[in-house]
């Protein structure tokens, strides 16, 4: 049925950006973290370098009623 499908397609889409956001949080915590002293002088020799933030829509779909 049309309508279940859409219920189910919000869900899935309310547990993507729940699950982006989360993953944001974490990346912007990370680079916060290998941008204080003295972490800062512990990795000057690694290759680790900023966690990239999911720019992904931010609005749902709008569906078709």
Same mark, same amino acid.
């Given at each position: ?15 993507? !950006? ?27 020799? !690694? ?19």
């Amino acid at each position: 049925n049309f309508k279940e499908l859409q219920a189910q397609l919000e869900g899935t889409e309310n547990r993507i !950006s729940v699950e982006r956001k989360r993953f944001n949080d974490t990346a912007r915590a990370y680079n916060t973290a290998i941008r204080t002293f003295p972490v800062t002088c512990l990795l000057a020799c !690694s290759d680790l370098t900023n966690a990239h933030i999911l720019n992904l829509r931010k609005e749902p779909i709008k569906h078709l009623r």
